[in-house]
């Protein structure tokens, strides 16, 4: 039997690296809404702050979400072009 893609151990490394993207765009969004709620107590800008910090929150999240898609189709090429090496011309 031929086995195609990663082996188990991959498997797992793949989903703890993609994985934790969630993780990081949940924190980022909580993150971005304390600080708001904290300038808004600081300051006393009530709807303002945390407005603004849950904005922050969600183009953090974005962000972190678009450092691993570029990290995803940097793997992707990288694969394709070993595949592509290993092929013998015909």
Same mark, same amino acid.
């Given at each position: 039997?031929?086995?195609?893609?990663?082996?188990?151990?991959?498997?797992?490394?793949?989903?703890?690296?993609? #994985? /934790?993207?969630?993780?990081?765009?949940? &924190?980022?969004?909580? $993150? %971005?809404?304390?600080?708001?709620?904290? +300038?808004?107590?600081?300051? #006393? /800008?009530?709807?303002?702050?945390?407005? &603004?910090?849950?904005? $922050? %929150?969600?183009?953090?999240?974005?962000? +972190?979400?678009?450092?691993?898609?570029?990290?995803?189709?940097?793997?992707?090429?990288?694969?394709?072009?070993?595949?592509?090496?290993?092929?013998?011309?015909?």
């Amino acid at each position: 039997m031929v086995l195609r893609g990663p082996s188990e151990k991959q498997q797992w490394a793949l989903m703890a690296r993609y #994985g /934790t993207v969630g993780i990081e765009m949940g &924190l980022c969004v909580v $993150f %971005g809404w304390y600080m708001g709620i904290t +300038a808004d107590d600081w300051f #006393g /800008t009530a709807p303002y702050g945390l407005n &603004l910090g849950l904005m $922050f %929150g969600v183009a953090a999240a974005f962000n +972190a979400l678009w450092r691993m898609y570029k990290v995803m189709v940097a793997d992707t090429e990288n694969e394709k072009q070993t595949l592509d090496a290993d092929e013998p011309d015909a």
